[in-house]
């Protein structure tokens, strides 16, 4: 049972900004390693993967497969980046270190500290995007103007999946819990939503679930950008992931509430 | 500013039905120190959580600083400052880091901060400590930095939640001394603890709870005479509880036995230790009543957990 106080809508302002900054500033300091890390995944997958099992593919949808895997990568890596941020980081914030208690003492609510985090998640997925997008550039795999505008995708993809992580940290029990998400969440909607192969090919049943995945709608959107290409459907694909959120948000901020302010 | 820092009445606080605060009225008055005692589990912290707004009580009203609490808690906290019981600093910042980052949450700028940390450091023994990482702090210096940190937005009323738990002697007086610097810069300091002598020396007034409901209330020297005989002669021994039957009850105005110890408490205690003179298996002190045999008297002596 949640009870009634719990389900009020979000009480959103500017006081996330203090907490948004000690992230930033936890970041900084660790900066290396993060950056490292944004550029050697992509780059691994993109050329272990494209170059080896791209020289033994035609074109896919009319680009080169190491071009076609770009745009699924640029959407892969920026999901992960959000969903690590807000599953594994924020919950050692808010569990292990106790730092949410800590500001929960000053004046911010505890609605400030949720939406610090998920404003803070969209980040690291734009600085995964920036890495990911020079790898894309320093290969030649695209130099299309277009491409900038997966910089603010990115960000959309990042608020997309942190407000659907915070939901899981917001249960968690510990780090273990955290399994469950990947293998039966995050693991199947990136085989299902055509990062590493067109969606066309799955079975008709597959592509219906395909199509109502946040990550398909990303991909949508990022692989024509690559080519530079107008993406189809914009409109439509933004609205999904804004929606899904959006509603992973406020369910997150719900059972966070219920879980801190008992 | 009103005289009167933190009120609450008939605070009720229910989790399942079960009342953990159950109809607890105070107030507190500028400048001084007011200390809440109970067992474990006497709902002290929940006490604390409900005036810092930080869950909703089922009933009574709290005023804290001039605003009603919860529904401006987030202002009223502006000018609160909170050590609470687990240490909470931030592990991944340095000691000054911690004043730095914190101090913003207040919405403080960065330049107001900067020149307050000299002096918080001094507060808190750790001038020379400034760029260490938080792990590398001992108990007693992560206790002194908690503090300071409560001091970045120099607030008027300052929690206490056990302070000095799991500190050693030495760690524990310095914190106290420094509680009695902020008293004697004009702060109110509201304090939970179970130590008895803490909140004899720190303490001009006292609330004892249990099961969430008031047991006792009053200056420390008033709880000790209104509850309390003011002599106690504590006897150890194997024949102490066999003693205590036979001879001891008369002698004392009343006792307890726990363990291999009998307490006899007394107004005269003259008869009591000529008895005892005598009797050379049996050990024994004689010593003035304190809060702590207040403390049991009222809430009992059976463990809590």
Same mark, same amino acid.
């Given at each position: 049972?949640?009870?009634?106080?719990?389900?009020?809508?979000?009480?959103?302002?500017?006081?996330?900004?203090?907490?948004?900054?000690?992230?930033? %500033?936890?970041?900084?300091?660790?900066?290396?390693?993060?950056? &490292?890390?944004?550029?050697?995944?992509?780059?691994?997958?993109?050329?272990? &993967?494209?170059?080896?099992? !791209?020289?033994?593919?035609?074109?896919?949808?009319?680009?080169?497969?190491?071009?076609?895997?770009?745009?699924?990568?640029?959407?892969?890596?920026?999901?992960?980046?959000?969903?690590?941020?807000? %599953?594994?980081?924020?919950?050692?914030?808010?569990?292990?270190?106790?730092?949410?208690?800590?500001?929960?003492?000053?004046?911010?609510?505890?609605?400030?500290?949720?939406?610090?985090? %998920? /404003?803070?998640?969209?980040?690291?997925?734009?600085?995964?995007?920036?890495?990911?997008?020079?790898?894309?550039?320093?290969?030649?795999?695209?130099?299309?103007?277009?491409?900038?505008?997966?910089?603010?995708?990115?960000?959309?993809?990042?608020?997309?999946?942190?407000?659907?992580?915070?939901?899981?940290?917001?249960?968690?029990?510990?780090?273990?819990?955290?399994?469950?998400?990947?293998?039966?969440?995050?693991?199947?909607?990136?085989?299902?939503?055509?990062?590493?192969?067109?969606?066309?090919?799955?079975?008709?049943?597959? #592509?219906? +679930?395909?199509?109502?995945?946040?990550?398909?709608?990303?991909?949508?959107?990022?692989?024509?950008?690559?080519?530079?290409?107008?993406?189809?459907?914009? &409109?439509?694909?933004?609205?999904?992931?804004?929606?899904?959120?959006?509603?992973?948000?406020?369910?997150?901020?719900?059972?966070?509430?219920?879980?801190?302010?008992? | 500013?009103?005289?009167?820092?933190?009120?609450?009445?008939?605070?009720?606080?229910?989790?399942?039905?079960?009342?953990?605060?159950?109809?607890?009225?105070?107030? *507190?008055?500028?400048?001084?120190?007011?200390?809440?005692?109970?067992?474990?589990?006497?709902?002290?912290?929940?006490?604390?959580?409900?005036?810092?707004? *930080?869950?909703?009580?089922?009933?009574?009203?709290?005023?804290?600083?001039?605003?009603?609490?919860?529904?401006?808690?987030?202002?009223?906290?502006?000018?609160?400052? +909170?050590?609470?019981?687990?240490?909470? $600093?931030?592990?991944?910042?340095?000691?000054?880091?911690? $004043?730095?980052?914190?101090?913003?949450?207040?919405?403080?700028?960065?330049?107001?901060?900067?020149?307050?940390?000299?002096?918080?450091?001094?507060?808190?023994?750790?001038?020379?400590?400034?760029?260490?990482?938080?792990?590398?702090?001992?108990? !007693?210096?992560?206790?002194?930095?908690?503090?300071?940190?409560?001091?970045?937005?120099?607030?008027?009323?300052?929690?206490?939640?056990?302070?000095?738990?799991?500190?050693?002697?030495?760690?524990?007086?310095?914190?106290?001394?420094?509680?009695?610097?902020?008293?004697?810069?004009?702060?109110?300091?509201?304090?939970?603890?179970?130590?008895?002598?803490?909140?004899?020396?720190?303490?001009?007034?006292?609330?004892?709870?249990? @099961?969430?409901?008031?047991?006792?209330?009053?200056?420390?020297? =008033?709880?000790?005479?209104?509850?309390?005989?003011?002599?106690?002669?504590? /006897?150890?021994?194997?024949?102490?509880?066999?003693?205590?039957?036979?001879?001891?009850?008369? &002698?004392?105005?009343?006792?307890?036995?726990?363990?291999?110890?009998?307490?006899?408490?007394?107004?005269?205690?003259?008869?009591?230790?000529?008895?005892?003179? =005598?009797?050379? #298996?049996?050990?024994?002190? @004689?010593?003035?009543?304190?809060?702590?045999?207040?403390?049991?008297?009222?809430?009992?002596?059976?463990?809590?957990?």
């Amino acid at each position: 049972m949640i009870a009634k106080k719990y389900l009020r809508p979000p009480a959103l302002s500017l006081r996330f900004f203090p907490f948004w900054r000690r992230n930033l %500033l936890v970041w900084k300091k660790l900066a290396a390693a993060e950056i &490292l890390g944004n550029l050697a995944d992509p780059m691994l997958y993109m050329l272990g &993967l494209g170059f080896g099992i !791209g020289a033994m593919l035609p074109d896919v949808d009319g680009v080169s497969y190491i071009t076609f895997l770009a745009g699924g990568t640029v959407c892969y890596s920026t999901m992960n980046s959000a969903t690590f941020e807000v %599953l594994y980081s924020a919950f050692s914030r808010m569990h292990a270190q106790k730092t949410w208690d800590a500001i929960l003492n000053a004046p911010l609510a505890l609605d400030d500290i949720v939406f610090g985090e %998920l /404003v803070w998640a969209a980040c690291k997925s734009f600085l995964t995007c920036l890495a990911v997008l020079i790898v894309i550039w320093v290969f030649n795999i695209s130099r299309s103007p277009m491409m900038i505008w997966t910089i603010p995708l990115s960000l959309l993809i990042g608020f997309c999946f942190a407000g659907m992580g915070l939901v899981m940290t917001a249960l968690s029990p510990n780090y273990n819990f955290f399994v469950y998400y990947f293998t039966l969440v995050i693991t199947p909607m990136t085989l299902l939503s055509g990062v590493f192969f067109p969606t066309s090919q799955l079975p008709t049943i597959l #592509q219906s +679930i395909s199509s109502v995945l946040p990550l398909t709608s990303a991909i949508e959107l990022a692989r024509p950008l690559l080519s530079g290409k107008v993406p189809p459907h914009i &409109l439509s694909s933004a609205t999904l992931l804004a929606a899904y959120g959006a509603v992973g948000f406020y369910i997150a901020l719900i059972l966070s509430r219920r879980r801190l302010l008992k | 500013m009103p005289s009167s820092t933190l009120r609450v009445h008939n605070l009720t606080k229910r989790y399942a039905g079960i009342p953990v605060v159950n109809g607890i009225d105070f107030e *507190l008055q500028r400048g001084e120190c007011f200390g809440l005692l109970g067992p474990n589990g006497a709902g002290k912290t929940t006490t604390l959580r409900l005036c810092l707004g *930080l869950t909703d009580p089922d009933g009574g009203e709290i005023e804290m600083l001039g605003q009603p609490i919860p529904r401006a808690a987030r202002e009223a906290r502006n000018r609160v400052g +909170i050590v609470p019981q687990m240490d909470n $600093l931030d592990p991944d910042f340095s000691v000054a880091e911690n $004043l730095l980052v914190y101090g913003r949450y207040f919405g403080l700028p960065d330049r107001v901060i900067r020149e307050r940390i000299p002096s918080l450091l001094e507060f808190a023994s750790l001038e020379e400590k400034g760029h260490m990482a938080i792990g590398d702090l001992s108990g !007693g210096m992560k206790r002194r930095l908690t503090l300071a940190r409560a001091l970045i937005n120099d607030p008027d009323l300052i929690f206490l939640d056990e302070p000095t738990t799991g500190l050693d002697p030495q760690a524990r007086h310095l914190l106290w001394e420094r509680l009695r610097r902020l008293l004697n810069q004009g702060k109110t300091i509201f304090l939970t603890t179970h130590f008895m002598d803490e909140a004899e020396r720190l303490c001009n007034r006292l609330l004892i709870i249990d @099961h969430g409901q008031t047991v006792a209330t009053g200056t420390p020297r =008033q709880l000790i005479e209104e509850n309390i005989e003011p002599e106690v002669v504590e /006897v150890y021994g194997d024949e102490a509880a066999a003693w205590l039957t036979a001879q001891g009850m008369a &002698l004392c105005d009343r006792a307890e036995s726990a363990g291999e110890t009998a307490f006899c408490y007394a107004r005269e205690s003259g008869p009591l230790l000529v008895d005892l003179k =005598q009797r050379s #298996q049996l050990r024994y002190i @004689h010593r003035a009543a304190n809060l702590e045999d207040v403390f049991l008297k009222l809430t009992g002596r059976e463990m809590r957990d």
